[in-house]
């Protein structure tokens, strides 16, 4: 059964950093990603990566996320800096074997797998 389980979740203050970690139970997938989750807003993409390691990355969080990945420990990070209030959010991990298009990098439906989600507040 494929898991992703994510942790590093917390509150912090603005500007503050995290590291959000998702351990998989399997072989790594064709694409990682995180998305995150407003209270009351839609799920929306905040970074991704290929098994390559060639990365992407949402306009807001240009500059200040890190998407990584340890294949030897079935680990994906998000190293994030300089967080904001409007960083707030339950952040999930997403996987899947898909080769997809750029437009569709940050579609959730286009993801198979997904973690239980970890709560980021930032505060000021």
């Known amino acids: 059964e494929v898991q992703l389980v994510e942790s590093g979740g917390g509150s912090v203050q603005v500007g503050g950093s995290l590291r959000l970690s998702c351990m998989y139970s399997?072989?790594?997938?064709?694409?990682m990603a995180w998305f995150r989750q407003p209270s009351g807003k839609e799920r929306e993409g905040v970074a991704t990566?290929?098994?390559?390691?060639?990365?992407y990355y949402a306009d807001s969080v240009k500059g200040r996320f890190t998407i990584s990945q340890d294949k030897a420990k079935n680990t994906l990070y998000l190293e994030m800096l300089d967080l904001k209030s409007e960083d707030t959010a339950i952040y999930y991990c997403?996987?899947?074997?898909?080769?997809?298009?750029?437009?569709?990098?940050?579609?959730?439906?286009?993801?198979?797998?997904w973690g239980q989600g970890t709560q980021v507040t930032v505060s000021s």
């Open positions: 997403a996987a899947t074997d898909v080769l997809l298009p750029t437009a569709h990098f940050f579609r959730p439906a286009k993801y198979d797998y």
């Open positions: 399997t072989e790594p997938y064709s694409r």
């Open positions: 990566i290929y098994r390559t390691g060639a990365t």
